[in-house]
């Protein structure tokens, strides 16, 4: 498992909610053994019209369309952007096993969800993957939105 | 805006979740000014096989239909249980005014995210609304699946 190959592939995915004028947020969900791609989504909140258009709860809408069932146990993320409280709620819930991702939010306050044990899931984090590209991709769009 | 109104709804809502063998737990949104019905929603996590059948979610879903935005600031929300981390993310995501719950959750720690103040938007809580027919509904049902 080689966590910048899928990082890669979410910073792609992130890259077409930058081109729809989203902001630009990539997630896929990989099976943990074999890395097979699951399901790979980005942000469409503006375009659904709904907070659940957030990357990761489109990813995880759509692993759980293809396996058939709401636990993704077997299944790892990697997502360009640290999530927000909803999202890491949504990741522990679905009981994701590892949680991969680049750029850190401050706002997000994830890890104090992850790390609080009061649930029947632990997550493991990996932050950091590919960190500068995923932070620049951010960056430029709010830079860019700052313009107008 | 008599809250023990409100609450009845979530409540109607949480015993169809709780005939369908679901966890009961029930939602209503309601607008702030007036408090006009927006939504109901109930537990649908296994029917429809997504983490995202929680009642909050739903409720939220429907409702950001019918008012055709995510933007649901002139809202409140009643909730027969207290929110998970991904559903008081999304209530917070949402921008949801006010929420009234019944029953507490310890292993929610929906509190710590509602009171961190890291987000753009503060949630109004309201917590113990008919907390007793909220709680007992909860238990009668964990307590009937022990016997299998």
């Given at each position: 498992?080689?966590?910048?190959f ?15 004028g989203?902001?630009?947020?990539g ?12 399901s790979s ?14 990357a ?37 819930n ?12 401050d ?42």
């Open positions: 498992m080689n966590p910048e899928y990082m890669k592939k979410a910073l792609a995915m992130a890259r077409k909610a930058y081109v729809a989203e902001v630009p947020v997630a896929v969900v990989v099976s943990s053994d074999g890395g097979k791609i699951i989504a980005f942000n469409v909140v503006e375009k659904s019209r709904s907070v659940l258009g957030h990761e709860i489109q990813a995880i809408k759509k692993a759980e369309k293809k396996i058939g069932g709401w636990r993704l146990n077997d299944c790892d993320m990697f997502v360009t952007l640290e999530p927000c409280p909803m999202c890491a709620g949504a990741i522990i679905s009981r994701i096993n590892n949680l991969y991702y680049g750029a850190s939010d706002k997000a306050c994830s890890k104090s969800i992850f790390e609080s044990g009061g649930y029947n899931h632990t997550v493991n984090l990996f932050p950091g993957v590919l960190r500068e590209e995923c932070l620049s991709l951010i960056k430029t769009f709010f830079a860019e939105r700052r313009k107008f």
